[in-house]
């Protein structure tokens, strides 16, 4: 009876299964967005060579571990200016004024570098522009009726563990027109190697059609000259195409007057990586598709004597504040052994009151005080703070400049830059904090230019 009884069970369970079986889920077959499809880049009608649209790509899931780059900062190079009799304007006949970038985070060093070859280029071609101007302004200074200028801006575009990206964009007006470029520059992260379109993209081709596709679309487009297919193509064919990575993908450009009248200016395409999946090489895939990366930068610790560094923090919060005896009261406190002249003994020897001492790593600081204008007792106040690297021709200034602008107070914090070693030149990059330069000194210094200003 018992195994009669088993045997309906079984029976009525397999007729339950098959039953359920026929049914069908009502989601199968659609992706995790539903009937959305990826969207798809139009092939042009007319291309000659023309390629497969790009595929329908199911969006994956982000990709695990990429993280934010490393630290830097921006620095405002203190350019040049050149002045003429002769010059019907106000202020000077020329003047340039350059951006420098720097890596001031430990373990980068190969980046640090390939940051630093950038640098050196652009003071190059900025030294070599100034040097023909000035032969301009010596032997036809008639010429100098408008201000002349030349100007190079940097914006970091993508920084994260794997892609290191930036632009440079130059101005110049020398009596004419006003030229405006812009250079692209991606590197490797960890490696400092530069990064190609090559190795950005697989489906070159298809890459080619699209950024034609997208040109087309222009509203100046019906301006432009009759081959600017041809140069689009060559352009990216030959790697002098503009182009940066971005949050969302890439960014490509062709400069003033490539293809069309100087007029319509930069002509500039947005290539999104999620739209264009396919174009990707398989490991740039997984970095593009990464969730988008925090802008806010690392902080690491300084590699220096930290009671040090605090020391010099403290100074510069003291800038045009501080009196001699109130520098003493701090070095004092400090431990910090010294050398100098306090105000009376200043004015006997009619020079500036200072201070000299030197820290753990023998390098050299020197604090410089000046007059604290008409008064009875003829106070001294800090107005500079030199430091000096030991073994390396590299310093910071940081100095008070209550005069220099409208609201009585500023101070400056300036890095000169003495690894321009084969143009024997130096250069002043202004940051806007202590923090930023007190970074370029300790960390950048040591990673970029050991190699070259070792004394």
């Known amino acids: 009876m018992k195994k009669l009884v088993s045997l309906v069970l079984i029976a009525a369970m397999v007729f339950c299964l098959t039953a359920c079986g026929g049914k069908k889920d009502p989601e199968e077959g659609k992706s995790r967005e539903g009937d959305k499809k ?179 679309s222009h509203p100046s487009a019906a301006d432009f000259n009759e081959n600017w297919k041809e140069v689009v193509r060559e352009g990216i064919a030959d790697g002098t195409v503009g182009y940066v990575a971005t949050a969302d993908g890439l960014e490509i450009w062709y400069n003033s007057g490539a293809f069309a009248p100087y007029s319509i200016g930069e002509i500039c395409v947005s290539y999104n990586a999620l739209e264009y999946a396919s174009r990707f090489s398989g490991k740039y895939v997984k970095v593009y598709l990464a969730s988008q990366i925090n802008s806010r930068v690392k902080r690491t610790a300084l590699n220096r004597d930290e009671a040090f560094i605090n020391l010099i923090r403290e100074l510069s919060a003291g800038l045009g504040k501080l009196s001699w005896s109130d520098t003493k009261e701090i070095l004092d406190r400090n431990g910090i052994q010294y050398e100098g002249l306090d105000d009376r003994e200043a004015e006997e020897c009619e020079m500036q009151a200072y201070f000299k001492f030197y820290n753990a790593q023998d390098d050299y600081i020197y604090l410089f005080y000046w007059q604290d204008g008409p008064s009875l007792d003829s106070t001294q106040r800090l107005s500079q703070i030199s430091v000096n690297l030991k073994g390396m021709e590299n310093f910071m200034i940081i100095c008070d400049m209550r005069y220099a602008d409208e609201d009585g107070s500023k101070t400056y914090y300036e890095y000169v830059d003495c690894s321009f070693e084969d143009t024997g030149s130096r250069d002043g990059a202004y940051f806007d904090n202590i923090e930023d330069l007190l970074r370029a000194l300790y960390i950048t210094t040591p990673l970029y230019y050991s190699d070259v200003v070792l004394r």
């Open 38 to 216: 990826a969207t798809e880049a139009p092939t042009p009608t007319d291309e000659p060579t023309p390629t497969a649209e790009p595929t329908a790509t199911p969006t994956p899931e982000p990709a695990v571990g990429i993280e934010e780059g490393p630290a830097y900062a921006i620095a405002a190079g203190d350019g040049c200016d050149f002045y003429s009799d002769l010059y019907t304007g106000e202020g000077t006949a020329f003047e340039s004024d350059l951006d420098y970038l720097y890596i001031t985070e430990e373990g980068y060093d190969d980046l640090a570098r390939a940051v630093r070859s950038t640098n050196h280029k652009t003071y190059r071609a900025a030294d070599e522009l100034r040097s023909q101007v000035r032969t301009i302004l010596e032997s036809e200074t008639n010429k100098f009726d408008t201000q002349w200028y030349k100007t190079s801006r940097v914006k970091v575009c993508r920084n994260d563990e794997e892609l290191f990206a930036f632009t440079r964009t130059d101005e110049s007006y020398l009596g004419a027109l006003t030229y405006k470029s812009r250079e692209g520059f991606l590197f490797d992260t960890k490696t400092g190697e530069p990064v190609t379109l090559g190795t950005l993209i697989s489906d070159m081709d298809g890459f080619t059609n699209d950024i034609i596709v997208s040109i087309q």
